[in-house]
């Protein structure tokens, strides 16, 4: 069975500094999709950015990037010139690539980012 | 922009009542889950529902739950009987179609079993 680990239960940065907020996970699959979401205080769950396992290229959404190790089945996000607004939960989540009708997310426990002014 | 819907925002119930949670997925989806998470640990599967049919459940998910799409636009998480280990965030969500879609996740139920 996947499982998803988030090490950093807390972590905070200054406002327009860069943050790294760390993720490993276990899986024997060879295809699957990886995700960041972010939780608000409003409680909704957005997507922050996606990374195919297939794809050795790095995702990049805006000030977010990933720096995703597939042989060390490591996927960090980045998060750049960081803002108030970037204040939330982080969740890291795994998904099958080849799962049929079951899209499935495994969920890390989740990391609390505070943005300092 | 198009989003997933949940209501209530927030649950209060007997231990032993029965609770709907409601869910209004996006128009055009076509895959709804329910997630949960209790209060310090990590978002859990419950469901995932395709074509009218639980296309995949998790262990949690037993007889004392129930999911049901009735008129086409609401998806609907049912749980009967509920116990102080239900108090938890639910939260509903949808995709499209397809392996690479993203899924939109709704604001979440918080649901407080007394």
């Known amino acids: 069975a996947q499982t998803v680990t988030q090490s950093q239960p807390e972590m905070s940065v200054q406002e327009a500094e860069t943050v790294t907020l760390s993720c490993t996970y276990d899986t024997s699959e060879s295809d699957y999709y990886l995700f960041w979401y972010k939780q608000p205080p409003s409680r909704q769950m957005i997507l922050v950015i996606r990374q195919e396992a297939y794809k050795q290229q790095n995702a990049t959404e805006n000030r977010f990037s990933v720096n995703f190790q597939k042989a060390a089945k490591s996927f960090s996000l980045k998060i750049s010139d960081s803002q108030l607004g970037d204040a939330a939960m982080y969740f890291c989540?795994?998904?099958?690539?080849?799962?049929?009708?079951?899209?499935?997310?495994?969920w890390g426990l989740g990391t609390s980012l505070a943005v300092n002014p | 922009e198009p989003e997933v819907t949940q209501t209530p925002s927030h649950q209060v119930t007997q231990m032993g009542q029965e609770v709907i949670l409601r869910c209004v997925p996006i128009s055009n989806h076509l895959y709804f889950y329910w997630y949960r998470q209790i209060l310090g640990q990590k978002v859990e599967f419950l469901v995932s529902f395709y074509n009218n049919e639980i296309s995949e459940k998790s262990e949690i998910f037993d007889d004392q739950f129930s999911v049901e799409r009735p008129d086409g636009s609401n998806f609907t998480l049912k749980i009967r009987s509920t116990k102080l280990e239900d108090s938890a965030m639910y939260f509903c969500a949808s995709s499209v179609t397809g392996v690479n879609t993203e899924a939109f996740f709704g604001q979440g139920t918080r649901l407080t079993v007394v």
């Open positions: 989540a795994y998904r099958s690539f080849n799962a049929g009708n079951n899209r499935k997310l495994i």
